[in-house]
């Protein structure tokens, strides 16, 4: 079975809070697809061509997608502030950022790769019952997504194999990480308890302590 698919076929997918949840994470890493391959292209030389051609034609298709995602948030009667962004999901773009720079562009191939292979593999599976919980309308992310060209997954393959020996590697690197992430993403999701830690009650704790270290002193 497909890395991540059971963890995310065993999701409460009925909950619209949850199901609300995931549209707002899904939007605040989206909103950096666009941005991390143009990151990303900025790498390649004229001797990766092909990559850079991919992921310009990527580019066009991404384009917008993150207000899709929260124009089904908004039909579902949510809105971005009853969501936060958790920790989970700025960990999942912000280390894309790094990587694209460390590995010259090419370990976005990772990132890409799982997440198409997921709207290609996975939420078909989801698709019929998610429009039965919640509207056709509200599923509009989703719907856009399972209907991609099953053939991108394999075109995203093949330029993998392409690649010389180390860089795959970090692909593949990337790809798992990328994997476990986005499980962790969602199923913070589904237990809807973002550690939020007031920075008032940090500095008052922060204060207690250096006071005390003094008396030791
Ligand atoms: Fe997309």
Redesign the pocket.
Known sequence: MFLAEQVILDLPWKDREFYGNFLAQTYYF?CH?TRLLARSMSHFQTDREGLYRRFLSHMSE?DN?EKIALSDLKKLGFSLADFPESSYTRAFWQSQYYLADTSKGTALLGYILFLEAVAVETYPKLIEHLYKFHGKKCCQFLKV?VEEDPDHVLHAIEEIQNLPEADKKEVWKNFEQTAKIYCEILKDASENKELSVPHSFMETNLAVENNQQNTIN
């Open positions: 989206v697809s991404e997608h997504h």
